[in-house]
């Protein structure tokens, strides 16, 4: 099949795919709202949840709650990650004292600290921001490190060839041709941030995306409660398309995985 | 300041030197924190408990049920889940990716489905299936299944793109038909690449799991950390999350390990995310 081909009939199977939907939850149909929600009360919903509150805030409210958590996160990770990472190659005896540390944490799924921090530190924005910092943080270290390893051996023997200090070969070549693979591990980081920032906003939260998905499931708003998913993966794609963005700006020099996870 | 990095083949592979540092290192986390706890008090044991006490937590979970079970009863419900979960995976998640790759029109037709489901994360499912099945062993099966299905369909689907098309070419001219392509020939070249997708559905499912257990249930070791937090016990929080842990690396060794045994033909591994 050519491409014009395979576009064209996927683009016709996914309107044979709502329609089916819609047939499926149709007034009198064979599921009912209760199970899942019709395509037009999805859209009303939508379109009232944009101008009306629900549990507290309007959708932009909530959309910026959880947005905001997962940025203090990834960048804290990130502030935190990138130069321990970096560090860690640079300095093989720091990577022997801090990556057996490392190893014993990084077996623990992100959320099993979820009741931890909220003994810690009460439910709050504290406590999410934590529990992906810790999510973010094992990709942005491991990829800085291997970024700093995957640097050509032969650029810093000729940058010292060329008569480069320490210092320069770190900054003028070292992490510029890592950029590349730190963006990778941006990428990453931000992708596992949002996955943990919905499951800590399941548990531990008075807004957010996450928080909403719950409630709805405990009223049985599911017109809402679908709203809430599709906007979940919704952001995750954005996200993950602005980071490739990114990555296409500052490492326009390498072809791109458009296929990054 | 030297750069070391340049000699961490030399170095770091063949000495013990790093061994001796790595222990050494977390001898001294250890002696800290049992200092800061127990020995010179400085950290209130509602905190963060001594070592001691965490060990003694564990004994104790062991014999006397917490929040209705031991911990191998919490250990086996989790394990139950999650093996329903990752089993249903890798069952529907391997044909489907071999069919994706085989029939680009299955492909075109079903992977609009696939594309828009797997971008929600496997968490935001744990609502709707709280809705569908409430807190049964259903819910916390979907979820794995959720997590474990993408991995499964993406690397059986990468795993038979790379068959060379020659080696089918040359098959076919040799008078096999579609079923003995697909077994003596395209399963053989995907298998490794399946096995990875297999070990990455097997590590997403236990995470999620751990997620859609904190949320809803009545046993399990998700459950077990959560009922510490309603009990102020750190301890048993810290139990919980050592038992995860390392279950969750017991499981990843054992695959490991199968894999040399059955797939002694594979390439070094290619990884792909879910």
């Keep these: 099949m050519t491409s014009n081909k395979v576009a064209f009939v996927g683009a016709g199977a996914t309107l ?31 379109i009232m949840f944009w101008s009306r509150p629900y549990i507290g805030s309007t959708l932009m409210g909530h959309i910026l709650s959880s947005l905001s958590i997962v940025l203090a996160g990834w960048v804290l990770g990130g502030i935190v990650g990138v130069p321990l990472g970096i560090a860690m190659a640079w300095w093989t005896r720091l990577k022997w004292i801090v990556f057996p540390i490392f190893q014993l944490i990084r077996p623990v799924p992100p959320l099993a600290w979820i009741p931890l921090t909220l003994l810690w530190i009460g439910i709050g924005d504290a ?6 910092f810790i999510a973010a943080l094992v990709p942005w270290v491991m990829n800085s490190m291997h970024a700093v390893y995957s640097v050509d051996k032969l650029l810093i023997d000729a940058g010292r060839t060329l008569g480069a200090n320490d210092r320069k070969i770190l900054t003028r070549i070292v992490i510029r041709s890592a950029i590349p693979t730190l963006l990778a591990g941006a990428r990453i980081a931000l992708g596992n941030a949002w996955t943990t920032l919905v499951a800590a906003e399941l548990l531990a939260a008075t807004a957010g995306l996450g928080y909403v998905a ?33 990555a296409r700006m500052f490492a326009p020099w390498v072809k791109n995985d458009r296929n990054g996870g | 300041m030297r750069i070391n990095f340049l000699n961490r083949t030399r170095s770091s592979d063949s000495s013990r030197l790093p061994l001796i540092y790595g222990a050494g290192s977390l001898l001294v986390l250890l002696i800290l924190w049992t200092l800061s706890t127990s020995v ?3 950290i209130d044991p509602m905190t963060l408990p001594s070592p001691a ?12 049920p917490f929040s209705g079970s031991t911990l191998a009863g919490h250990v086996g419900a989790s394990l139950y889940r999650w093996a329903l979960g ?34 929600i994360p496997p968490f935001a499912w744990v609502p709707i299936a709280i809705l569908w099945f409430g807190a049964s062993t259903a819910t916390q099966a979907m979820v794995v299944f959720i997590a474990a299905f993408p991995a499964c369909v993406i690397n059986a689907q990468l795993g038979v793109q790379q068959v060379d098309p020659i080696l089918v070419r040359a098959a076919r001219v040799l008078g096999a038909g579609q079923g003995a392509m697909l077994r003596r020939v395209v399963v053989p070249v995907a298998a490794p690449a399946i096995f990875t997708g297999l070990r990455i559905a097997i590590s997403n499912g236990w995470m999620a799991l751990v997620g859609a257990e904190l949320v809803v249930g009545k046993v399990g070791l998700g459950f077990l950390i959560s009922q510490g937090q309603n009990n ?43």
């Design chain 2, 40 to 42: 010179l008090g400085w």
């Design chain 1, 127 to 132: 406590a999410r921001i934590f529990v992906v």
């Design chain 1, 214 to 246: 719950l409630n709805a499931s405990r009223m049985l708003d599911t017109d809402v409660l679908v709203v809430a998913m599709l906007l979940i993966g919704l952001l995750g794609v954005m996200l993950s398309a602005l980071m490739g963005l990114a």
């Design chain 2, 232 to 274: 102020d016990s750190v301890s048993t929080i810290f139990v919980g999350i050592i038992a995860i842990g390392s279950l969750g690396v017991i499981i990843d060794t054992l695959l490991q390990r199968s894999e040399t045994v059955l797939l002694p033909w594979r390439k070094p591994r290619a990884q792909r995310d879910g």
């Design chain 2, 53 to 64: 006490e965490v060990v003694a937590r564990f004994g104790n979970l062991i014999v006397e």
């Design chain 2, 86 to 119: 990752v089993g249903a995976a890798v069952l529907l998640g391997v044909p489907v990716g071999i069919l994706f790759a085989w029939l680009p029109g299955f492909r075109a037709v079903f992977n609009p489905i696939f594309e828009v489901l797997r971008y």
């Design chain 1, 16 to 46: 044979l795919w709502v329609a089916i939907w819609a047939w499926l939850t149709r007034e009198g149909g064979p599921v009912s709202e209760l199970f899942f929600p019709s395509p037009g009360d999805v859209l009303d919903r939508l």
